[in-house]
């Protein structure tokens, strides 16, 4: 079994939590908000209709500032009036495809965002912690199907793998030169490919299953062979929670962690989940293949060795990769049908907790 946010720790903390309105951000905000801690948001409003942000309502939340991450001004004022025992640092520009077309960008926001908050957090006085979230995609990939482990060379061939890995670097420097001093903790946390109901960004494989299905559309799926390390937003988010509450605590080990499924389990690829989304939402298979169509390289496989994790943390993921695919399936199908997302959002964290 996997361990638990402690409620008592985060009962009556204050977290300043960026890219609180983004899909991940929102379950986030609303399970940091039931543990009992003062969640204050900083992100911009989300780019898409609708969003999981905007269903589930702000309430229970301390404030948000809706702004860019590269507002070196507006991040201080927002940090100076939160006044954080813990940073989470989840704003991104997360699409590896929009890298190719704004590379310039994709840079900017996640390295020199990630920067620009570190930076406004220098002079924070009752700071004990800073989580920053990058992606399992920020290791050199030569495509030879091993699981990554914390201590391999970082990299990236394409511009958002890249700016992740530069932001590694960046976390790195400003821990070692200004954090650490401090008494400040500073971590990393690399997360495998997340599911989860709620997330309608552009470009993603289930929010794309979800649109072609409520449109009538037939899916084009890329890359149908590739292979991800898929885990349930909640398993994700649990392995942040914990590991902000070992900085924290001044009893982590490591400074980076990567948070995926088990190597034991198979690897499973994306015409797979596509199939059993939308087996699971009650539709026959309506995905094509157009993965000999042009298009910028994305790396065929990508695993993550999440055993330091475990050794740490006593972190694992709870649910397997197909009942996590299960569970964003049937989020989704229950609010196509009339369900709240809230509701939804509460019922699944409840089942999560509760060993369900």
């Known amino acids: 079994m996997s361990q638990l946010p402690d409620q008592r720790f985060w009962s009556g ?83 590896v495809r929009r890298s190719y077309l704004e590379p310039v960008d994709t840079f900017d926001v996640n390295v020199m965002g990630t920067i620009r908050l570190l930076e406004a957090a220098r002079p924070l006085e009752a700071l004990k912690a800073i989580l920053v979230v990058t992606t399992d995609k920020v290791y050199s990939n030569d495509e030879s199907g091993r699981h990554f482990v914390e ?71 890329r890359n149908p062979l590739a292979t991800r390390p898929w885990q349930h937003v909640l398993d994700c988010l649990n392995g942040y929670f914990l590991f902000c509450e070992a900085l924290y605590n001044g009893t982590a ?37 157009t993965s000999a169509v042009d298009k910028p390289r994305e790396m065929h496989a990508l695993g993550l060795d999440p055993g330091e994790a475990y050794r740490c943390l006593s972190w694992r993921a709870k649910l397997s990769q197909t009942e996590a695919i299960d569970w964003a399936a049937r989020w989704y199908d229950q609010w196509r049908r009339g369900e709240d997302a809230l509701s939804l959002v509460a019922g699944q964290i409840d089942a999560f907790t509760k060993g369900s």
């Not at 890249?162 to 590694?168: D, N, R, T, V, W």
């Not at 088990?262 to 293949?289: C, H, K, N, R, Y």
């Open 253 to 289: 080990s490591v400074e980076a962690l990567n948070f995926g499924p088990s190597p034991d389990e198979a690897q499973i690829p994306v015409g797979f989940v596509a199939s059993s989304v939308q087996a699971a939402m009650g539709l026959g298979q309506t995905w094509q293949d």
């Open 13 to 95: 903390k204050r977290v300043f939590l960026t890219g609180h309105t983004g899909f991940k951000g929102t379950w986030a905000r609303i399970w940091l908000s039931r543990l009992g801690a003062e969640v204050t948001g900083y992100a911009l409003s989300p780019a898409t209709t609708p969003t999981l942000h905007a269903l589930a309502g702000t309430s229970g939340m301390a404030a948000e500032t809706i702004a860019d991450i590269r507002s070196g001004s507006a991040l201080a004022d927002a940090l100076r009036v939160c006044d954080p025992d813990i940073i989470l640092h989840m704003a991104a520009q997360s699409l």
């Open 151 to 221: 201590t391999d060379r970082l990299g990236g061939h394409d511009p958002y793998s890249g700016s992740k890995a530069a932001a590694e670097i960046a976390t790195a420097t400003y821990r070692d030169s200004f954090f650490r001093p401090k008494g400040v903790h500073v971590g990393t946390a690399r997360g495998g490919n997340v599911l989860g109901g709620g997330d309608f960004s552009e470009d993603r494989l289930v929010p794309d299953i979800v649109r072609a299905a409520i449109a009538g559309q037939i899916l084009d799926i």
